[in-house]
């Protein structure tokens, strides 16, 4: 198998899992959202202040989506940095000049990874 073939078999499995993560954590907020009108209902019927209880379907799909998240940018980064790192040796090799600037470019992909993580966070915090 080719490198361009195996380059659109990643790019096709991370658009799939991407859409399946923005699907669930669309749920999640959906859910969230309905919640939310169930609590206003139960505060306008009792005037009491009630917090909006979390179904365990959201919580579920939450942690599924911060796992999407982290998997996709973890993937993502690991084929950046390698594709990266590989070109960027072979310049270091032909001028020592530009470790520099290799190094520059390695971890803006590395941070490809850290994107995800964050997002992850941010979905967690909100469960």
């Given at each position: 198998?080719?490198?361009?073939?195996?380059?659109?078999?990643?790019?096709?499995?991370?658009?799939?899992?991407?859409?399946?993560?923005?699907?669930?954590?669309?749920?999640?907020?959906?859910?969230?959202?309905?919640?939310?009108?169930?609590?206003?209902?139960?505060?306008?019927?009792?005037?009491?202040t009630v917090?909006?209880?979390?179904?365990?379907v959201?919580?579920?799909?939450?942690?599924?989506?911060?796992?999407?998240?982290?998997?996709?940018?973890?993937?993502?980064?690991?084929?950046?940095?390698?594709?990266?790192?590989?070109?960027?040796?072979g310049?270091?090799?032909?001028?020592?000049?530009?470790?520099?600037?290799?190094?520059?470019?390695?971890?803006?992909?590395?941070?490809?990874?850290?994107?995800?993580?964050?997002?992850?966070?941010?979905?967690?915090?909100?469960?």
């Amino acid at each position: 198998m080719g490198k361009s073939k195996l380059a659109k078999k990643v790019i096709a499995f991370s658009i799939v899992l991407g859409i399946v993560a923005i699907s669930a954590t669309s749920l999640l907020v959906l859910d969230a959202k309905a919640q939310t009108k169930e609590a206003v209902k139960q505060i306008n019927e009792n005037t009491t202040t009630v917090a909006p209880q979390k179904s365990d379907v959201s919580v579920k799909w939450g942690f599924i989506a911060a796992a999407i998240a982290v998997g996709i940018g973890s993937l993502a980064g690991g084929l950046a940095v390698g594709y990266v790192g590989a070109a960027a040796m072979g310049a270091i090799g032909e001028r020592p000049e530009l470790a520099g600037r290799a190094l520059i470019f390695v971890g803006l992909a590395e941070g490809i990874a850290i994107y995800g993580l964050i997002i992850a966070i941010m979905i967690l915090g909100k469960i």
